[in-house]
């Protein structure tokens, strides 16, 4: 390792991660130390000591149950909590992980893990006008920042994918925000079987270019539950949508779908302001709509609809 | 497609007109796509029910529960067709060749991973049709260089049951699922196969028509196909295809039925059917796609609930092209 940053040293223009020519699989322990070369026997303490020995594609795994800290990543990874074992992400101030200096040909997974704020840790997982090709997200729960439980900035020319599974963003600001000023580098989002509970403003949040499908999901006890700003779209089948201030909202431009829900006991139900909020139809020429939209202070109204096809 | 390309040019002289070739079936020739051969199974079933592994094993042990071996591979050649082989704790355990019914299995708490940085991670080989294999809780990983996943080329076999597993970074396929000469089922359920030329590919000689199902598995990522039934039956119901070049593809002669609730999104092209092969589908979303609905020389059939008052399903909306379905078919 030392003979690699003395190269990249000398190289000055390139600054080669000593990680790129890592372990393809390493381990974290409780019982490990960040002095160990972070291999089955010899396991490291932090996920931060891990990457830095975890080639570029490789795996980081928990091996036991403890926190392991906040970490920055700047490569392809797997970081992987087996069920069973708690592996805890905390931050009390700042963000929990970052990801920055990745490329358009990055792909990060991120299996099992808890991050946590605390009520004062501003960010879960941020990745702030970056690049990257896809980020998967897998039962992992995020709760207790003050900021976005994950904030999803992308920049460049590339889009990027996020792919987001039986996880929970709660008790945040905003649970997962989505934002792209352009479509070239606007980030595409899959979200399935998923919690957004309980977050100050937003829950699931597309902004400008962002595009967003949501499927089999809990949105619930938001400020505002699902939300397209700015130019986005988001596509939203099969949710729970309760108890928000603001049910399924979309403004400035932007369009939402809505199929196959239940949008109840929040205060407005549905809202667009200069913008399309569509119900799905199931035939045009005989009229079957699925949306339950009943029990809100005020259920709002959509702008029109969309017919199965 | 670079297959498609291979077998027409192997079965026929020049290209046919499109209406004769949707008709034309494939027949594999040996060395058409066959990477099997660099693992080896053991050279005998073992004797044991159920064999164990560990980190702290050894291979030279019995793989028993006090003397654990230290990869599957080893533990394979102890146990019994038909046994079980554990992963007590944390590691790698290699990649291997299975030759005969077993379960290999990492509960839950338990990291059990399988990298092959080049080659097949999980080899199926010199199988027979009575044989079973389960694969549970297993981490398979080519690290963007190993070829295949798990890999079925040509050998008989019963049935491959494949859960909670994690199959991610090959070259070429997840899952590879080839029948020549006995039918087979594949039972995929609550796993994620991502960043792989492929993720499930399924295919059947003529009359073969090997069954795939599965249901709550992500399958994202994939540069070229999601899921591909070629000559083979697929049904796939509450999963997410997401982010692959194309994510469900049927041809020559396939079926893929899915379900409930698929999300099929982000792909360059959603769903797409052609040479003479069905897809029906129903109560899915396909948005965020190039193109959302394909077909050519083929059936994609939407469900409507009744004949009479027909009542569709599907939710196809935000697609760069959002394409048409060639027909439906009503629910009963």
Not at chain 1, 212 to 235: E, P, Q, Y
Not at chain 2, 62 to 81: D, E, K, V
Not at chain 2, 278 to 297: K, P
Request: with cysteine; proline share 2%.
């Amino acid at each position: 390792m030392k003979a690699i940053a003395a190269a990249s040293a000398l190289c000055l223009s390139i600054a080669i991660p000593v990680s790129a020519t890592g372990a393809a699989r390493t381990f974290v322990s409780f019982a490990g130390l960040d002095t160990n070369p972070c291999s089955r026997t010899s396991p490291c303490r932090s996920f931060t000591a891990a990457l830095a020995q975890t080639a570029r594609g490789g795996t980081i795994v928990a091996l036991d149950s403890a926190g392991y800290g906040t970490i920055t990543i700047g490569q392809s990874v797997s970081i992987v909590a087996p069920e069973g074992v708690y592996a805890g992400i905390s931050a009390t101030s700042g963000e929990a992980i970052t990801i920055a200096a990745t490329t358009n040909a990055d792909i990060i997974h991120l299996r099992g893990l808890s991050i946590e704020g605390s009520g004062s840790g501003s960010d879960g997982i941020f990745l702030n006008q970056g690049s990257l090709k896809e980020l998967h997200v897998d039962h992992c729960v995020i709760t207790g920042f003050v900021g976005t439980a994950l904030f999803y900035w992308t920049t460049g020319n590339t889009i990027s994918n996020l792919f987001v599974s039986d996880s929970t963003f709660s008790d945040a600001n905003y649970g997962l925000f989505a934002y792209s000023e352009n479509v070239a580098s606007a980030p595409h989002v899959s979200v399935d079987h998923c919690r957004f509970n309980a977050n100050t403003n937003t829950g699931f949040d597309m902004q400008g270019a962002a595009i967003g499908t949501i499927t089999n999901s809990v949105v619930s006890g938001n400020l505002t539950g699902i939300f397209a700003d700015l130019g986005a779209v988001a596509i939203a089948d099969h949710c729970q949508v309760t108890y928000n201030g603001l049910g399924v909202s979309a403004f400035e431009g932007s369009t939402i779908y809505l199929s196959n829900s239940t949008v109840s006991g929040n205060e407005t139900g549905i809202l667009a302001d200069n913008s399309t909020l569509k119900s799905m139809i199931r035939d045009g020429t005989y009229p079957l709509k699925t949306n339950v939209v009943a029990g809100n202070e005020s259920n709002g109204a959509f702008t029109g609809t969309f017919t199965a096809q | 497609m670079k297959e498609i390309s291979v077998l027409i040019a192997i079965g026929v002289s020049v290209a046919l007109p499109l209406n004769a070739q949707q008709n034309l079936p494939r027949i594999y020739k040996s060395g058409d796509t066959a990477r099997k051969g660099s693992l080896v199974p053991g050279i005998a079933a073992g004797t044991a029910a159920r064999t164990f592994v560990s980190f702290s094993g050894l291979d030279t042990n019995a793989c028993s529960r006090t003397s654990p071996c230290r990869s599957f591979g080893a533990a394979l050649a102890q146990t019994a067709s038909g046994g079980t082989a554990v992963a007590l704790d944390s590691a790698g355990y290699g990649t291997m060749a299975i030759g005969q019914s077993v379960s290999i299995v990492a509960p839950a708490g338990v990291y059990a991973g399988i990298a092959a940085t080049s080659g097949i991670a999980i080899d199926i080989t010199g199988t027979s049709v009575s044989d079973i294999i389960h694969l549970r809780g297993l981490s398979i990983e080519g690290s963007g260089s190993g070829s295949d996943g798990i890999y079925l080329f040509a050998d008989s076999l019963k049935e491959l049951h494949v859960e909670h597993c994690t199959i991610t970074g090959f070259t070429d396929r997840g899952i590879n699922f080839e029948l020549v000469t006995n039918t087979a089922s594949l039972f995929v359920a609550d796993t994620t196969i991502s960043n792989s030329n492929i993720g499930i590919y399924g295919y059947g000689n003529p009359g073969i028509n090997p069954h795939v199902s599965v249901d709550h598995c992500r399958l994202t990522g994939n540069a070229s196909q999601g899921l591909w039934m070629d000559q083979a039956t697929g049904t796939i119901t509450n999963s997410v295809v997401s982010g692959n070049g194309t994510g469900l593809f049927a041809q020559f002669q396939a079926g893929i039925l899915t379900g409930d609730q698929c999300q099929i999104e982000n792909n360059t092209t959603g769903v797409a059917v052609s040479n003479s092969s069905t897809i029906y589908l129903s109560n899915s979303t396909i948005t965020d796609n190039g193109t959302g609905l394909s077909s050519s020389f083929a059936n994609l059939l939407s469900l409507i609930g009744d004949g009479t008052y027909p009542v569709k399903t599907n939710i196809v909306v935000n697609n760069g092209t959002n394409g048409s379905f060639t027909g439906t078919f009503n629910a009963q």
